[in-house]
């Protein structure tokens, strides 16, 4: 999984609530478990005509936001199905950091195996976020994992809370797995003690 360290890029605005799993990546697109190639689909009921072209009032196709890596989002983002397709849709299509006033616990949990970065901030630094992000290209936001930091286009410094161990995973950037495999030698330590001390296992 790519590092995460830190981040300057668009943010693009979302001010929806319950943006649920089913909005972020619809259920017929969930036959794959290919983590790649889903970013065209990201939002996609949102994002295209039914007849295939652009929603041009859509976010993400505005000019502006088409290289967006960052969303700043209404409350409850990621509400719904569990779908780790949500995550995979996401990262592919470009977004690396998510900013909300709070996350529905299994996407969020969701995003930190995948490589993205949730943000919760209070309603008053949603708000003056979503005002930078409603000025496009004019405004980046500059994201530091380390500190811990969101710094707004006017140097305004807003601070987040993340727990040590998910923020160590981005930062090193380890999965679950290559997480556990840190301890690979320990593992392999205890179950040769248990072979031998009860064989029978």
């Known amino acids: 999984m790519e590092k995460f360290i830190s981040l300057s890029g668009i943010a693009a605005p979302m001010p929806m609530v319950n943006i649920d799993t089913d909005m972020i990546i ?5 036959k794959t478990i290919k983590r790649t190639g ?24 505005k000019p502006a936001y088409k290289n967006a890596t960052i969303l700043v989002a209404g409350d409850n983002f990621g509400c719904g199905s569990s779908r780790e397709h949500a995550p995979w849709a996401i990262k592919d299509f470009g977004i690396k950091v998510i900013i909300s006033t709070s996350f529905a616990d299994i996407f969020y949990n969701n995003c930190f195996k995948n490589g993205i970065l ?40 807003i601070h987040f809370d993340i727990e040590q161990g998910n923020k160590e995973k ?25 072979a031998k001390n009860q064989p029978w296992l």
């Open 26 to 30: 619809p259920k017929q697109y969930l």
């Open 118 to 157: 949730p943000i919760i901030v209070s309603e008053e630094e949603l708000d003056k976020l979503m005002e930078d992000a409603g000025r496009g290209s004019n405004a980046r936001l500059h994201i530091d994992l380390r500190e811990q930091t969101i710094t707004r286009p006017d140097g305004e410094i």
């Open 170 to 194: 981005l930062l090193e950037g380890l999965d679950d797995i290559a997480n556990t495999l840190k301890d690979e030698n320990k593992i392999s330590t205890y179950e040769q003690k248990m």
């Open 38 to 61: 889903l970013g065209k689909a990201l939002f996609s009921e949102m994002r295209y005509n039914e007849d295939g072209s652009e929603n041009k009032d859509f976010v993400l196709n």
